[in-house]
């Protein structure tokens, strides 16, 4: 049975400041804070300690229009030609007057097919929908976090239309639990709204609200781009940058540039990433017997289903797995159709040649993560070679595997259980507990950006 969501308390619901005056309000808060109830004042209220989370958190149509398969071009918050195509698109898919602008018949419109494709109902006129909307009177990330750590959370949200300025508010938010009810440990939200242009002109005043001599963490909820002068800025500052590849709009260009910044320093995290953590686990955990593991070198066929939309973590999981085994990328190539294909070769040290192929499958129910893995086999053209392994996420994952053969040339067949804590708040609270670079995910990454490149 899943636990109930705490209950919120609001010391302070947004209200709208100058962004001179942002620190100032902030300590008022806390220094007015006194609250009573029937039974006398409320418990003692921890004020941000522990780390500084900055939320980029994009305009909302670009994101309607890419989950609903309009737009394709990067999710940066700018109306450009390609976004003003798009929406005409719609339009005039709809029968609506083509004005090229996000009317609110547009929005509705969107919101609903978005919320069709994800089995959820279509959210309000703000798109809180915890895919791509933050609003600070329903304050989801900082429920997550603040279970954990009181935290400072600043939100930009970059709007489209005509500039005037940035639009500061601030809140303070703590949840109110029966088993610590001694103390409310809250989150304080500093939300700033403007034009990507305006945010980017302030960008030089957002590090003076980070808390000093604390963990900064950046979770950039867009298209990852290494030239953008407000990311750079960020993640000069920050001791994490953070991303969730699951919404990336082009995957493979997307991870591309995610190594360009891995290769300039920048110490990243991929909560995509996170959700293959069981996959690798079972895989490393199928070779663990002495004589499986001296049959591991003899893999040379590899299999990977996916749900059909968006093949990061495949590629990721192909990344990791052939950094841990030394392979050398030689060819990448596509297939289209109704399962997307992709076939890449590698070679062994020992100059022997492996090949893989990720199939995105169609599925009728697909879950909240767009392209989550459904199944893996690893085998070898040695018959004598015990190294079979077939991993499926449930039982009909296993599907088409098992009427290519797969079955049959397994030796070890397992199950990932389902994965409850995939949701990227969830990641994200457990993701602000380290910081710095991360080998593995760099180490595979590099891989993966070379058969890219191919």
Known sequence: MASQAPTIYSL?????ISLSDVEAELSQIWQSYGIGDANGALPAATRATTFSLVVYEPEETQYLLAASGYYNGPIDGILGPQMESALREVQRTHKLPETGTATP?????????V?????TEATGENGSNASYGLEAKSPRIADEIALRNPCRIIALCPITGEDEGVKAQVSAYCPIQKQSSSTLICCEYITLTGTTAALERIGGMIPALLIGGLPKFLWWKATPDPNNALFKRLAAVCNNVIVDSCEFNKPESDLLSLQELVETGVPLADLNWRRLSAWQELTAEAYDPPLRRASLREIDRVTIDYEKGNPAQALMFLGWLASRLEWSPVSYEKESGDYQITKISFLTQDQRQVQAELAGVPVADG???IGDLIALRLNSTNPQADCGTLICSE?????RMETQGGAQSSGLFQHVTSLSEQKAEVLLSQQVQRWGHEALFEESLGVLAKFLKL
């Open 12 to 16: 302070q619901t947004p209200k709208d």
């Open 367 to 369: 879950g909240e993560i």
């Open 395 to 399: 039982t009909g994952g296993c599907m």
């Open 115 to 119: 919320a069709k494709r994800h089995g």
């Open 105 to 113: 018949e547009t929005l509705a419109i969107l919101r609903e097919e």
